[in-house]
Nanobody
Framework: QVQLVESGGGLMTAGGSLRLSCAAS????????MGWYRQAPGKERELVAV???????NYADSVKGRFTISRDNAKNTVNLQMNNLKPVDTADYYC??????????????????WGQGTLVTVSS
């Protein structure tokens, strides 16, 4: 199986910056997309940013120009640099990745994994 572990959340005042990191571990063979989602209290989980293995990126309109997603394919990590944070960015942030892993005698199997979430709180 594949595990995703996030780090970097915390409390920040509006206008500040935070950097989230996520590392995939386990018998990872390939990772296609890596992305960040967030869920604010009382709201549905929404896409924040996603990056493909070829480094094509896509962002939610609400974060364009403020957030930057990047990945290190050699280390199986994805980062989210969040600048000019706003109180509306307050949410639990989740890392997501899909790809394939080595499943022993079952060979190559697909995975779609989620991290445990990291809380980002932005005060006004």
């Amino acid at each position: 199986q594949v595990q995703l572990v996030e780090s970097g959340g915390g409390l920040m005042t509006a206008g500040g910056s935070l950097r989230l990191s996520c590392a995939a571990s386990g018998r990872v063979l390939t990772i296609n997309r890596m992305g960040w989602y967030r869920q604010a209290p009382g709201k549905e989980r929404e896409l924040v940013a996603v990056i493909t293995s070829g480094s094509t990126t896509n962002y939610a309109d609400s974060v364009k120009g403020r957030f930057t997603i990047s990945r290190d394919n050699a280390k199986n990590t994805v980062n989210l640099q969040m600048n000019n944070l706003k109180p509306v960015d307050t949410a639990d942030y989740y890392c997501n990745a899909d790809g394939t892993y080595f499943a022993g005698i079952s060979g190559r199997r697909p995975f779609d994994a989620w991290g445990q979430g990291t809380l980002v709180t932005v005060s006004s």
